[in-house]
């Protein structure tokens, strides 16, 4: 008697962990593509922001003025006119 218990234990146990098994088998067959999606997903979005990022670098050896600060206007001439003359010796 005391056989045929531990063998119906050991029966309800081997098919408790193969249903484990199995059901853990599912939901991995479910779940990690979704996860390599997002993972996927991430990357391309990465990959999306370092390319816009080249694209708005300005080259290097080129200078673009964005300001240009007005020049203040002089209220006098400083030096005077400039007449012609000729030298009499």
């Not at 779940?31 to 080259?59: E, G, S």
Request: overall charge positive.
């Amino acid at each position: 008697m005391q056989d045929n218990f531990f063998e119906m234990g050991f029966l309800k146990v081997l098919i408790i962990i193969i249903c484990i098994l199995w059901l853990i088998r599912v939901v991995v067959r479910l779940a990690l593509p979704l996860l390599f999606q997002n993972i996927v997903k991430k990357a391309q979005d990465q990959a999306n922001q370092h390319a816009q990022r080249q694209q708005y670098k300005k080259p290097d050896g080129k200078i673009s003025v964005d300001y240009i600060p007005p020049t203040p206007k002089s209220k006098g001439s400083s030096g005077g006119e400039f007449v012609e003359y000729e030298e009499i010796k």
